[in-house]
């Protein structure tokens, strides 16, 4: 332990070594703070005396670098300038050149856009018509409502698009039953290379029983094949919650051969997307048709000479067969002369032998069982 005494109360403490050693630490370091705060402040005037005599010397020799220094600034400022303004021109007209292609861009988004609104509202106007339609009309009028609907489509582009086709109601219900519509286009020659038959399905919503579009694919294809059809396709609107049908163009050949079904907007998308494919194999039938009529020019000239031939046959037939009777006949008449020659010669023999008789007979031989005849 060790005892301090306050040189100003007189109080004496008792501090243990390690308290003691602190603040003798203490002391040491703040007279040695103060020591090192002297000789600092001396250097520092030292040294600022030093610079200021430096800078007295050097200032002339500064003055003359700056100068030199504010030229070359002053010659990279002009530089600077000039590559400023020949960036800016480039970039001015890079800003241009990007303005006309955005200001491009944004028409072709805005027609766009125009063109997708136009879509979107002949859509709506569509499914309005078509909701008005369930609403407002009888199952069987909306049925042939539906139909005129697509009559009237097609009548539209019918000229442009289908110079050379045919399209009319099928009126043929010789078979039992028939289809709505029967499409068929041909060449510039008169050929056909397509067919379509078509059927228009649509239902209301207050009808009892909901119709599905399957129910009509057999009857339709039965149509499509006694009417000599290559395609059959359902104009419909049933099942109008159905994500299948709602999706577009369905091929259901899976169950009918060359069998599709579609909503009445996609009605003519149908028949050129069929027409198209088809109007691939033209050539192909065109070479068909010659090969075909060659066969036919064939075919006629079989047919006449079979013709000929078969009228030759009777003929020959006919007369053979006069010729036979004829023989039969002469045949008949030889054994008909043949029977009278031998009559004739029979009645000869019978009057010869009358004659001899006659010649043999006497007034004697006649009374020879008459006595009084005789004797008379």
């Known amino acids: 332990m060790a005892e301090i005494k306050c040189p100003k109360c007189g109080t004496v403490f008792s501090i243990d070594d390690k308290e003691y050693d602190s603040i003798v630490k203490t002391i040491r370091d703040e007279e040695f703070n103060k020591s090192l705060e002297e000789k600092l402040s ?21 003055q003359r670098k700056l100068d030199q220094l504010e030229k070359q600034i002053l010659s990279l ?12 021109l480039v970039l001015q007209k890079a800003v241009a050149e990007k303005e006309k292609e955005i200001d491009r861009l944004n028409n072709a988004l805005l027609s766009q856009k125009n063109e997708e609104q136009a879509r979107l509202k002949e859509k709506d106007e569509q499914i309005q018509f078509y909701k ?14 539906l ?17 050379n086709a045919y399209f009319e109601k099928d009126n043929d219900a010789s078979s039992g039953s ?8 041909y060449t510039d020659q008169k050929v056909e290379y397509i067919s379509i038959m078509f059927e228009m399905k649509n239902e209301n919503d207050e009808t009892a029983t909901k119709h599905k579009n399957k129910d009509f694919f057999k009857e ?16 419909s609107m049933l099942e109008p919650d159905s994500d299948l049908y709602n999706a577009g163009i369905v091929d259901v050949s899976y169950e009918y051969p060359k069998m599709y079904v579609v909503r009445p907007q996609c009605f003519i998308s149908i028949i050129s997307l069929l027409r198209n494919a088809a109007l691939n194999s033209v050539s192909v039938r ?32 006919l007369a053979k067969k006069q010729y036979e009777e004829a023989i039969k006949e002469i045949d008949k008449t030889i054994a008909h002369l043949q029977k009278v020659r031998d009559s004739l010669t029979s009645s000869g023999n019978n009057l010869r032998i009358a004659n001899d008789k006659v010649q043999s ?16």
């Open 147 to 163: 139909e005129q609907h697509c009559l009237n489509k097609f009548n539209e582009i019918r000229t442009t698009a289908f110079p």
């Open 286 to 317: 065109n070479e068909l048709a010659v090969i075909k009529n060659q066969n036919l020019d064939i075919t006629n000239f079989e047919n006449e000479l079979s013709a000929f031939k078969g009228d030759v046959e009777y003929n020959v037939g």
């Open 42 to 62: 001396y250097e520092r005037d030292k040294n600022k005396k030093d610079l200021e005599l430096l800078k007295i010397k050097e200032s002339s020799e500064a």
């Open 77 to 88: 400022k002009n530089e600077l300038n000039l590559k400023d303004s020949e960036n800016k």
């Open 361 to 376: 007979i006497t007034v004697k031989k006649l009374t020879k069982n008459s006595p009084s005849l005789r004797k008379k």
């Open 132 to 145: 008005d339609l369930k609403t407002k009309m009888s199952t069987k009028l909306v049925g042939e409502t």
């Open 220 to 235: 339709l294809d039965k149509d499509r094949k006694e009417k000599g059809c290559e395609y059959a396709v359902l104009v």
């Open 178 to 185: 028939k289809g709505d519509f029967i499409f068929r286009d």
